[in-house]
């Protein structure tokens, strides 16, 4: 077995290794997660799609007064709120502006 002489201590490099170990599995984990993520959007894309036909059609606003008139008894009808719908879809533009940029960062670091 050689002997080597190194400038740190076996503590400071296992504790080194293990920060950067978890560091890994981390992002390993969080991988794992956007994948899943951008899979389950994938397939709902034509959900999405479909609910924002709906939502430009005039049958939204005669569904929306209909509630508002005579509402049916347990009905969930959160997809005819004012902004339910309008919110969603501002929300998810946004969401994927901020995934663009954050595609843009994770390219700049991965390509050193």
């Not at 959900?47 to 939204?60: A, G, T």
Request: with cysteine.
């Amino acid at each position: 077995m050689a002997n080597h002489s190194y400038a740190e201590s076996e503590a400071d490099f296992c504790s080194r290794i293990t920060r950067e170990e978890d560091k890994m599995n981390e992002l390993l984990s969080l991988v794992q997660t956007m994948n899943a993520c951008a899979a389950q959007m994938q397939r709902d894309l034509p959900s999405l799609s479909q609910l924002l036909e709906w939502y430009e059609n005039p049958q939204w606003l005669g569904d929306h007064d209909r509630i508002t008139i005579d509402p049916p008894e347990n009905l969930r009808c959160g997809v005819l709120s004012e902004d339910g719908l309008y919110d969603l879809f501002a929300d998810i533009s946004e969401e994927a502006i901020e995934l663009e940029k954050l595609c843009r960062q994770l390219r700049t670091i991965t390509r050193r």
